[in-house]
């Protein structure tokens, strides 16, 4: 999976489970700020998108996430590792 089908994927996720606007999910978009989630909503995501993209994510790794396009990121990161394995 590339950066923009992550996006794509974390863009619907975000709006079938937390009823986001699809209009403000640009990569830039801040999770706390902009999207209105809250911590447990943002554990809520990654279990999802584990579930969806079939990888494995610990706490480390979403420590420093704050966009949209960070999750992606990470996502693109931990999909490349597990490809490489």
Known sequence: ???NAI???ICDVLV???ECDRAKLVPEAKLFEDLDLDSID???LVVRLQREIN???VAED???IRT???IADVIVRL???NAAK
Request: hydrophobic share 50%; net charge neutral; proline share 0%.
């Open 16 to 18: 079938e489970d937390f």
């Open 55 to 57: 990888i494995k994510v």
């Open 68 to 70: 949209l396009g960070d």
């Open 7 to 9: 996006l794509a994927k």
């Open 42 to 44: 943002a554990v809520d």
């Open 62 to 64: 979403f420590k420093s």
């Open 79 to 81: 999909v490349t590792a």
């Open 1 to 3: 999976m590339n950066k």
